[in-house]
């Protein structure tokens, strides 16, 4: 009887990432690029060590605004066409996690793998308009795609470590990374006295906070099923 031979191919994934924004660095080279004042130090105005201390205090105030913490954190994936499977963020913890199609502007859902499988028994062959459903399998994430769909996915998921520095953004979506770099350059701008420029900086921050509240308050309200919470006080 000849031996049983059976070779195992791993499939290839593509894996989530930090953003275009990652670090504060990145956020710096952002403030540099739109002050066109070459590369910030020590000696210039505002130094990079301002501008840091900017990003630092506008990050602070929306993690107080919308709720941001260290446990929770944000990473992104472009998927590739005929591809429905993909790795998870070297730290993700488990708990609770949501993925969006954020180029449908959407929220899939989730299934346990086993209804997944069910439903779905050859992914592969997918072939709605849009992806809707999707499930985690240990280590790695599939979802229901067309065959030759190509989205961004954002991952906002449970991570473990901590927050070991107060520079660390990688626990705010992408747009709110956007933001923050408003902020500071609306404060560069002040101390090299472009008033009008900086006043521009400034309403691009306001408003952007105003348009994040508006959009927060639309998923709470979503997340309750379009139905207000009914209290009951004893005695009345």
Known sequence: MAAITTTWTERNNVAFTAGTLATIAACITQVEQVLHRGTLASGTTPTNTQVQNYLIFAKQEL?????????????YAVTAAASYQYALPADFGGGAYILRDITSDK???PLDHTT???????????????????????????????SNGIYTLELEYQR?????????????????????????????LLLLQQWQTASIYKSEWEQGLGKARRED????????GYMAKAWYYPGN
């Open 63 to 75: 993690c107080a605004e919308f709720g941001f913490t260290w446990k929770r954190k944000f990473s």
């Open 107 to 109: 929220r899939l859902s």
């Open 116 to 146: 997944f499988d069910t439903l779905y028994p050859d992914v592969a062959g997918a072939s709605q308009s849009e992806p809707e459903y999707y499930t985690i399998k240990d280590r790695e994430l599939w979802f229901h795609a067309p």
């Open 160 to 188: 473990t470590g901590d927050d070991s520095t107060a520079t660390d953004i990688s626990y705010l979506p992408e747009m709110f990374r956007q933001k923050i770099c408003s902020y500071a350059t609306y404060k560069s």
């Open 217 to 224: 308050g639309k998923k709470k309200w979503e997340n309750m």
